[in-house]
């Protein structure tokens, strides 16, 4: 399977703005990490970013996990780019 990376921007006061939504949230990416789709997943220090790896047949795949999280849904990650990536170690 194929390795994906997500770069993605969090919207204004993210911290304060994503309080209702974080549960659910996380506990999608927990079904992720279970089912082997995301290897990793976080923001930057600064909450600015959003950065993640994901192993999935295609692209389409991640996209549609991206676009189902809360976090899309309600505007807290506002854009984001996902491209197919080659580990080389």
């Not at 279970?34 to 692209?59: R, W």
Request: aromatic content about 14%; glycine content about 8%.
């Amino acid at each position: 399977m194929a390795k994906y990376i997500l770069f993605g921007s969090y919207c204004d006061n993210a911290l304060e703005k994503r309080r209702p939504y974080r549960s659910a949230h996380l506990e999608g990416l927990g079904k992720q990490k279970e089912s082997g789709i995301l290897i990793t997943l976080g923001p930057t220090k600064d909450n600015s970013q959003v950065f993640g790896i994901y192993e999935a047949e295609n692209e389409e795949i991640v996209r549609n996990l991206v676009e189902s999280d809360p976090y899309w849904q309600n505007g807290i990650w506002t854009e984001y780019k996902i491209k197919e990536w080659i580990q080389a170690f």
